[in-house]
């Protein structure tokens, strides 16, 4: 090859080579932007938002801006996994994320393991329907949720100023719900707690009358609602209707803002890894967020614009992406789950770790048991993690 001919090659390789640097790293994902899930569904996408707009700010990963390529799949999992085929065959993306809510996410899991892809994901609730080795669960899920969730709760609810001796366990038949409510049966009955009542429902359910007069009619000392999304609130909403508040109440995975509002959610129990209160905020990155999340969750319209569970599990897995690409050096799929499985990543939610053969951690390390006092989810449980000053209240 001539001298000339041979420059001009190396040349164009260089150019190539510079266009390609310059292309942005493309992450798709969906989420449940309409449909039942699309309360929660927002509060994720602020928060992908605010995270992809900071790390651009900084200039973005390995040299590229960040591109993020969100879909909507309507709350839906047979949509979902035809969307995520359409993220690695049409859109080309090269990274994915996994949607909100466990239905959905194995659903995705699915189409990423058919073609090697790597993928984060922040809420699946069943361990044991995602076997692929390149998934990582980001939200701080423990590898028994059936178990070590519904120990977490019963402890906290033993702490009130009138323990609990009965129980009605009532949940959607939604799959990480349901799996962790059928466990809590098995939690309960060990600690001597009377189950009166057990109920199940279709996800996507709208009228709770019936269920609501059958739990005034069993009178629990405890309400354990296995629920995601507004249906818990629907639920206490009827109870409402028919003049009847249980003592205590847990919602399992609730829509944040929506049952903070409602006079009927005061007191309700949830599950966190994060409340905008010490010592969570005492991390600066977390204060960050909260403050940016408190002013674009209000422009957005959210009912409510605090950082509770949902939204920090989601910035916790942009956070592990940065974390994996920038330590990888690469977003090639298999340098990246090799490095996830030697190296944890701390998040606001804590340090992740992928110790497990489905990748999850043993144990409810990062979960919390949180209570809405006054509208507003406060921590209560274990202690060391409570508000200043919180303890668990019942009526």
Known sequence: MKRGKLLGTIALAGLCALANAQQPVRIGSTLALTGPLSATGAVHKVAGEIYVEELNKRGGLLGRKVEWVLKDDQSR?????????QLITVDKVDLLIGPYATAN??????????????????????PSLLKYDMQFPTGGLPADPEVSLPELVFDAVA??????????????????????SVGAREVAKKRGLQEVAW???????RDFGAIAARVKEANPDFLFIGAIGVESLLLVDALRK?????????????????????????????LTTFEQH????????????????????????????QVELQAAGSFATWQTIGAAVNGAKSIDDKALAAW??????????????????????????LYKVKQLQDARWLVVWP?????????????
């Open 159 to 180: 702490q009130a100023p009138k323990p609990p001796k009965t129980v009605a366990i009532v949940t959607s038949k939604f799959p990480s719900v349901h799996f962790i």
């Open 242 to 270: 028919i003049d009847y508040t249980p003592p205590l109440h847990f919602h399992m995975f609730p829509a944040p803002g929506p049952l903070a509002k409602a006079p009927a959610g005061q007191h309700a129990l949830a």
């Open 278 to 305: 010490p010592p969570f905020i005492n991390n600066p990155v977390a204060a960050a967020f909260v403050k940016t999340f408190n002013e674009r969750a209000a422009k957005a319209g959210l009912p409510d614009n």
């Open 340 to 365: 996830l499985k030697k190296n944890p990543v701390d998040t606001i939610i804590g340090t992740l770790r992928w110790e497990t053969p489905s990748n999850y951690m043993p144990g409810a390390r």
């Open 105 to 126: 996410i194995v659903a995705a899991v699915g189409v990423a393991q058919r073609y090697n892809k790597i993928i984060w994901h922040h809420t699946a609730g069943v």
């Open 383 to 395: 202690p060391e993690f409570a508000a200043p000053g919180a303890k668990l209240l019942a009526p």
């Open 77 to 85: 999992p047979d949509l979902a996994r035809t969307l995520y085929e």
């Open 199 to 205: 109920l199940e429902w279709e996800f996507g359910n």
